[in-house]
């Protein structure tokens, strides 16, 4: 019996080190058409860590800092959303939004290894990916695949394929990252058990899955940094 039990355990250790994923929410309120990729992703990164805050509000948090780097005078908080914040960040600024919400962040001019990648999954730290004219915020891996979430929606995608055909496989790799450098207090969510994703009917119900046992975990609390 002692045996079978320790066998059982082996399983669960082997699981938990081929799999993380954490509940960081997809957001999808850019505006249509609207340049938003960069607020966007870190929108879900700021939400994931507790803040409240939206979309705009980073948008209207550069306008007051870098008002000739965009067009309106009015507030991007507003609907419509003014043509005039129709503009863009980059990606090696990230820093800006992290630093005004206090989470640092550091970052990289390359795609992250998986070790990095594995390893900020372990300290529930979400990361930032980019290629040549968009952003996306990744969120877990289940053995050689990453989640990531997108504006237009939810892709899951083999590490090479993202790093070298990019995770719109039209040839533009990840080439550009941002590593978070503070754990977040949220609800990390694991697969431990070989094949617990296997047991849905695709992947998109795997999410699902995913989603609805984390809101079941954390009802009733809320987590702040």
């Avoid at 989470?103 to 999954?121: C, F, G, Q, V, W």
């Avoid at 070989?194 to 695709?202: E, I, K, M, P, R």
Wanted: net charge positive.
């Amino acid at each position: 019996m002692r045996r079978i039990y320790l066998i059982f355990i082996c399983i669960l250790l082997i699981g938990r080190a081929n799999s993380q994923i954490l509940d960081v929410p997809a957001r999808y309120d850019a505006p249509r058409n609207f340049n938003w990729c960069v607020y966007v992703a870190c929108h879900s990164i700021l939400v994931y860590y507790g803040k409240t805050v939206q979309a705009c509000d980073i948008v209207e948090y550069l306008r007051s800092k870098y008002p000739n780097h965009y067009d309106s005078k009015e507030s991007c908080c507003q609907t419509p959303v003014p043509s005039g914040c129709n503009r863009g960040w980059y990606s090696s600024r990230v820093y800006e939004i992290l630093d005004n919400w206090s989470i640092p962040s550091k970052y990289h001019s390359r795609a992250l290894t998986e070790n990095e990648l594995r390893s900020d999954m372990a300290n529930n730290r979400p990361f930032y990916i980019s290629f040549t004219g968009h952003a996306m915020v990744g969120f877990g891996y289940y053995n050689d695949d990453v989640y990531i979430h997108d504006y237009k929606g939810t892709i899951i995608m083999s590490y090479d394929e993202v790093i070298t055909n990019g995770p719109w496989m039209d040839g533009r790799p990840w080439n550009k990252s941002v590593r978070l450098t503070a754990n977040a207090t949220n609800c990390p969510q694991y697969q431990n058990i070989v094949g617990s994703l296997t047991g849905f009917n695709s992947s998109y119900k795997a999410l699902q899955g995913i989603t609805a046992n984390c809101l079941i975990q954390s009802y009733g609390e809320k987590h702040s940094n």
